[in-house]
């Protein structure tokens, strides 16, 4: 008996509209400058991609969504320029969510934008893939807002809502989600960005949304408390970063001991003689500041990571305090301000040295800020000198240095000692939320963003983390230096544990064979034991067309050799 075979009736692939939404969404994401996307595509995203070759906007797989994350925190911070992600709803989404919580903790604008089930299916309840209760509101905890684009025509209002955020206020992270039946709908009626050559007509330009301008008779108001002040204290946070050379100009006139945090790094430079560093949580920093009359605080939330990173609350402020933030609820958290003013950073500090210009105040503070200096010097642990000479070296001998950090002995130690040559140069995931992971990826989208040559700062217990995103650097070609800090395990926690006489669980992990793990994800590899080698390793790495871990011990010799001619504030 012969049987007939079917042939079986090949799908009618779907109507593709002229123009998708997804389409249009990465029309008006190149409209507002975006130049670099982070993602990996699912099936509920490849939509997405659809228009990306129409334009001008590169596109980064790393391999983990925490991945893509950091690498979009890194991308901005090194350049100022907002980093941008795609991804899946439900896992990719729950992945990403820890990247975000460090750039809200850290004020770092980043536009996530992901997809979510078919609108009849968002939120029912019956498995379909990815699906979550409600990914919306799990997101809105870690962003700025969350929102959901239910038809194509609110695309360009939720987009221009999301950068005017990002250039008119506190920024952080902002998710919208797309529903996987809207990216592929018809948008072929929906508003388009300007043409090229409309922008450069006057009548219609990108949008201009700016922070607010400070109120002049606040202003001064200052002026009057400084003119009267006998000890004023200046504090600039990471909310300077963008600030130019008034930063330097405007302590000098007030003639203040200046305290940088840590996201404030290079404001003034090495060895300012009115500079304390990022020293405002040790107790000669601590007592300076409580002894002052007048603190004048400036795009600083005043936060523990900062401030009191000892955690035992000692970290107080006397006198009138004065604050300038663009966040007005920041304006009175954790302390409450005497005079609080509402203002782009920039701007009220602009003002001030219009107002102070050519009638500098005179509060004797360079004598004060050389006694303090002495006495945290002597202050400083020793291990602090090795290490802190290490991070010197890198930064003298590789022009432009950008040092990105994670969670690791090194950078806690920087982030008190390392004198930085300018803003954006030195940034880390110990500030804020406190994640692990961060270096390698964060680094990856610094390189991505500019044309500094990047030093990826990292533990050997956090490189785990993240330890898959070395492949991708790999893939770019990226001469990224990830600089491993080996000391067997997670030795920051083992000293605490030590230190309250706790067992030792826990933190004591197998540490990996880095130099076949390089070689297996296309990296080279390096075992640096000494001053000279790493000076000569990293003239030459840095020119290559390859990552390279550098795999220094904690124990080794050269370090606490480095730090016996170590100067701090250098």
């Not at 695309?155 to 992270?173: Q, T």
């Not at 405007?250 to 990022?278: C, M, Q, R, V, Y």
């Not at 642990?381 to 290490?390: D, H, K, R, T, Y």
Request: charged content about 15%.
């Amino acid at each position: 008996m012969t049987q007939s075979i079917q042939t079986p009736i090949a799908a009618t692939p779907p109507t593709i509209p002229s123009l998708t939404c997804g389409e249009l969404l990465v029309e008006w994401l190149e409209y507002y400058g975006v130049e670099t996307v982070f993602g990996i595509p699912g099936v509920h995203t490849v939509e997405l991609y659809r228009g990306l070759p129409n334009t001008n906007i590169r596109h980064v797989t790393p391999r983990h969504e925490q991945g893509a994350g950091f690498m979009a925190d890194g991308y901005y911070r090194a350049s100022g320029k907002v980093g941008v992600c795609f991804i899946i709803t439900g896992p990719g989404m729950t992945n990403i969510m820890t990247a975000m919580a460090q750039a809200a903790a850290d004020s770092i604008p980043m536009l996530v934008i992901s997809s979510v089930n078919k609108i009849n299916n968002t939120g029912s309840g019956e498995g379909h893939l990815h699906e979550l209760h409600d990914q919306q509101g799990m997101v809105s905890k870690v962003a700025l807002f969350s929102k959901t684009i239910w038809q194509p025509e609110a695309l360009p209002k939720v987009i221009a809502e999301a950068f005017a955020l990002f250039n008119g206020a506190r920024p952080g992270p902002v998710h919208i989600q797309l529903p996987i039946d809207v990216i592929t709908a018809d948008a072929s009626h929906v508003a388009k960005p300007p043409t090229q050559s409309q922008t450069h007509s006057n009548s219609l330009m990108l949008p201009q949304v700016m922070r607010p301008l400070p109120n002049p008779a606040q202003l001064d108001l200052i002026i009057d408390c400084l003119k009267t002040a006998k000890n004023p204290v200046l504090l600039y946070g990471g909310g300077c970063v963008a600030v130019d050379s008034d930063a330097q100009k405007l302590a000098e006139l007030i003639d203040a001991p200046t305290f940088l945090t840590i996201n404030g790094k290079g404001l003034l430079p090495p060895g300012h003689p009115l500079s304390l560093g990022s020293s405002q949580s040790l107790e000669a920093g601590r007592a300076l500041i409580a002894e002052a009359d007048v603190v004048l605080a400036i795009g600083t939330e005043l936060g523990e990571t900062d401030y009191d990173v000892v955690f035992d609350g000692g970290f107080c402020i006397n006198g009138t305090l004065i604050r300038i933030d663009c966040d007005a609820q920041q304006l009175q958290r954790p302390f409450r301000a005497d005079i609080a003013v509402l203002s782009d950073a920039q701007m009220a500090i602009t003002g001030l040295c219009e107002r102070l210009e050519n009638k500098g105040l005179d509060h004797k503070a360079k004598e004060q800020v050389a006694q303090v200096k002495q006495a945290l010097i002597e202050s400083m642990p020793a291990s602090f000198a090795g290490q802190n000479a290490l991070l010197k070296l890198i930064r003298d001998t590789v022009k432009d240095v950008i040092i990105v950090g994670d969670s690791t002995q090194p950078v806690y130690s920087g982030n008190h000692g390392f004198e930085a040559l300018s803003t954006r140069k030195w940034f880390n995931s110990s500030t804020g939320f406190g994640t692990l992971g961060y270096g390698l990826p964060a680094a990856i989208g610094a390189m991505l963003a500019t044309d500094a040559p990047v030093i990826s700062l990292i533990g050997d217990g956090g490189i785990q983390f993240t330890i898959a995103e070395l492949i991708c650097a790999a893939e770019l070609e990226l001469p990224l230096i990830v600089l491993v800090w080996n000391n067997q395990g997670y030795g920051e926690i083992r000293r605490y544990m030590e230190e309250r006489g706790l067992p030792l669980i826990g933190v004591n992990i197998k540490t990996p064979n880095f130099e076949p793990l390089a070689a297996g994800f296309g990296a080279g590899y390096r075992r640096i034991t000494g001053k000279q080698q790493l000076t000569e390793a990293l003239q030459q790495d840095i020119k290559g067309q390859q990552p390279i871990i550098y795999e220094v011990d904690e124990a080794d010799d050269f370090i606490a050799e480095m730090g016996k001619s170590f100067t701090y504030f250098s």
